[in-house]
């Protein structure tokens, strides 16, 4: 059944511009997630229409620089961002763990129901490795909980879409990769998974799984994007950011953070790892302010 109208919808056709355009990174799994809220925002709005608007971003235009060694905070999201800011489009849509904290004043974020947040194995399941096997991951968070289950693994550093990076295990240049289930799931590709981890063996990263749909508050494109928002994902995502923006982590610090709505509380499964070794954690809590603040005293950040 179609969802309600928006206010805005419900004014004088004569009125209203349903064009919506959306922007988006180039990428296989970005143009696929944003198609797929794309078609979210038609099938529940059939008199809206949405074009996508295709942004390479700075972390697009350097495809060898290790992500951690990116100098510009948000590379894969600060351009599309600035497409809603300056009005080239009305919303834009990102994996939310790829989002800084601090995002820029002028936009507010959606998160419609969240995919898998866990992560896999490509190439061989984490028995089947071989002693020294080994691994590509670009996440210091992955590195270390892998180390943390295999020792005697060889990690290194690798970058590229899902489909290259599926590439470097199946062809044989690495014995494994570890990607995002999500990631896998929505180009296809979850059939090479050898091994999904556990929460206990691999703690996701904060908003893995999460797509975020960024808007101007105050807009038609708001009203339409708040109505495919998942309160349970609204909750767990708020609830991992949080525990980013205390703590001051981000995609170079080796942090994880998993949370869900468990009855009328929320729980978490945090990690870290840092010069005093690797800790985990498990906590509940009424609100997400303060789980992510029971979690950090949890891991003693």
Known sequence: MPR????????????????????????????????????????????????????????????????TELTELGAFVRSVQAAVLDGRADLAVHSAKDLPVAGPDGLISFYPTRGDAADALVGASLEGLPTGATVGTGSPRREAQLRDLRADLHVVPIRGNVDTRVSLATGG???????????????????????RFSTQEMVPAPAQGALSIETRPATLAAEIAASLEDGETRAAVDAERSLLEITGAGCRSALGAFARVKGDRLAMDAFVSDERGCRRTFVEADDPIALAKMAMQELGL
Do not use: N, W, Y
């Open 4 to 67: 309600r109208r928006p206010r805005s919808l419900q004014r004088s056709e004569s009125t209203l511009t349903t064009d919506l355009t959306l922007a988006t990174r180039g990428s296989k799994l970005a143009l696929v997630q944003s198609q797929h809220v794309a078609a979210a925002i038609t099938q529940s709005f059939p008199d809206v229409t949405v074009r996508l608007l295709t942004i390479e971003t700075t972390g697009d235009q350097d495809r060898t620089t290790a992500v």
């Open 173 to 195: 240049s690495l014995d494994a990769v570890v990607l995002a289930v999500a990631g896998l799931d929505r180009v296809g590709l979850s059939g090479h998974i050898s091994h």
